[in-house]
């Protein structure tokens, strides 16, 4: 936000004068503002979600999700941690007429490990899609990686790439409905073609401008983009549909899919891209759906996004349940007072209280965790109970994803790394329509029809 000019009033001398600055978010740069005093504000998403358009999540849409999927939402919907969307309630126009669409989210390897704060888009999309019962595919931007991070070689971010699966997977993923893959394997054939020919529909200053390039930027990260926005279409993966027949162009057939993509916020400027573009395409595609989260917060609190760059700024699910403590105990910023008398005096500030939002994050309770909330306001609950409480419910999240990421092989990483005809089912329930949509009549009698499109009485006509 920017700050007020000085008043008449309220002169700044020049010499103490520290100028406020707005936050910042893009895909390689989240900060958080500063006020005047130079204090790092908290991040102001009703003003992102304001500045590039995107709509809030509100009880309406979160009622109507209810109705259609008969599944109470997340809590991180409910809490509002996923925030805003583009489209969501066409996706939901779509999963009530048992019309397909897929899932697509991805990471970029820029480490080893995942951090808790990683793990939200994964947990949540691994929810979206038992919900929907609907396909998925998972980028792992090891191109972008190595273009971004001078310290790090594609064969670096090649091999923290397959790693980092092994990870995603531990988010219990369903095998058959889930492609996981490699930029740097996987990129070729259908999908290359999509990422020259969306390229070819960016003029430079369309992708200066959402991402800050400047003349000394190398060309490979001005061209990555493409790469983002081509994993959006239905077409960059033709093995993944029913009935695939690898010497023939199925594109027309399975252009009009959709996609909704789960993020956080600093990943939309790529999608803005798409929706501006997707419609240009020779196969044109709807725009793509999207549902942003908020930041984890960093350990230090205001204005911070946990990083796996400052490990003291992060949970990693490597983490020992020691580790977690001690990082909890040390680091984790407080919203308790001074002291004790000051404490139940005051009583002790959540919004600020990092152990207070983990607690939110993974405390599923609605109830117990408004009642604690009311007592530590009230300072009848103290700090280091508070942080008891998270370090517990931690230690319990990082340990069951470990035990599943035992489980994680080579040979598994390579079920899900194969390109395969996935399986799904959609809506068990889709509302009849009177008439069919002109699109879905193209995408179920394309050349080769789409099976296991979330209409069952449909599907076995096509069997038929
Ligand atoms: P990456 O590796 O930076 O982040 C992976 C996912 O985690 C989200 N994220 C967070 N969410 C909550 N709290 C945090 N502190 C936090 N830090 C990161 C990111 O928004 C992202 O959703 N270029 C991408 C990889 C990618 C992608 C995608 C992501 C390719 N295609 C489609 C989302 C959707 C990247 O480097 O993500």
């Not at 509100?58 to 209810?66: A, M």
């Not at 057939?253 to 020779?282: C, E, G, T, W």
Request: glycine fraction near 6%.
């Amino acid at each position: 936000m920017a700050a007020p000019p000085p008043t008449e009033e309220l002169p700044v001398r020049e010499a103490e004068k520290k100028s406020s600055t707005e936050q910042e978010i893009n895909p390689w740069d989240v900060q958080a503002g500063q006020d005047e005093q130079g204090n790092t504000l908290q991040f102001d998403y009703v003003a992102i979600s304001q500045k590039w358009a995107t709509k809030l999540i509100d009880e309406v849409l979160l009622q109507r999700f209810e109705r259609l999927t008969g599944k109470k939402p997340h809590r991180w919907l409910r809490r509002g941690l996923f925030f805003s969307h583009r489209d969501f309630d066409k996706i939901l126009d779509r999963y009530e007429a048992g019309e397909p669409f897929f899932l697509y989210t991805g990471r970029g390897p820029s480490s080893d490990a995942l951090h808790l704060g990683h793990t939200i888009p994964f947990t949540f999309t691994k929810w979206l899609q038992d919900v929907f019962d609907v396909p998925l595919v998972i980028m792992l931007t090891d191109d972008e990686k190595a273009l971004f991070r001078d310290g790090l070689t594609f064969e670096d971010t090649h091999k923290f790439g397959l790693h980092n699966a092994k990870d995603i997977i531990a988010c219990g993923f369903d095998m058959k409905k889930t492609f996981i893959f490699s930029d740097l394997e996987f990129v070729s054939g259908h999908f290359l073609y999509n990422v020259w020919e969306f390229s070819k529909l960016l003029p430079f200053n369309q992708v200066r401008g959402a991402f800050g390039f400047d003349g000394s930027t190398n060309i490979g990260r001005i061209m990555f983009p493409a790469v983002q926005c081509a994993a959006s279409f239905a077409t960059s993966y033709p093995q993944l549909w029913p009935n695939y027949d690898p010497k023939a162009d199925r594109s027309k057939a399975i252009a009009k899919i959709p996609v909704l993509i789960p993020m956080a916020i600093d990943q939309d400027p790529y999608f803005r891209l798409v929706r501006d573009n997707s419609h240009r395409m020779r196969f044109p595609s709807p725009k793509p759906a999207l549902i942003h989260s908020k930041f984890l917060t960093a350990l230090q609190g205001a204005g911070g996004k946990m990083s796996a760059s400052d490990p003291n700024s992060a949970i990693f699910m490597t983490d020992t349940p020691n580790q977690i403590k001690n990082k909890i105990n040390k680091h984790a910023f407080s919203g308790g007072r001074e002291t004790l008398e000051e404490h139940q005096r005051l009583g002790g500030i959540p919004e600020v209280d990092v152990a207070f939002q983990y607690l939110s994050y993974f405390e599923d309770d609605d109830a117990k965790l408004l009642e604690i909330e009311t007592s530590y306001r009230k300072g009848t609950l103290m700090t280091g109970e508070l942080k008891k409480m998270a370090i517990a419910m931690l230690q319990e999240y990082v340990k069951e994803f470990q035990e599943r990421r035992k489980g994680v092989t080579d040979e598994v990483l390579k079920g899900y790394m194969t390109p395969r005809e996935l399986v799904w089912k959609g809506n068990p329930n889709p509302v009849k329509k009177e008439k069919k949509s002109k699109e879905t009549k193209e995408v179920k009698g394309g050349e080769k029809g789409v099976k296991g499109d979330a209409n069952p009485t449909e599907e076995k006509k096509v069997e038929s």
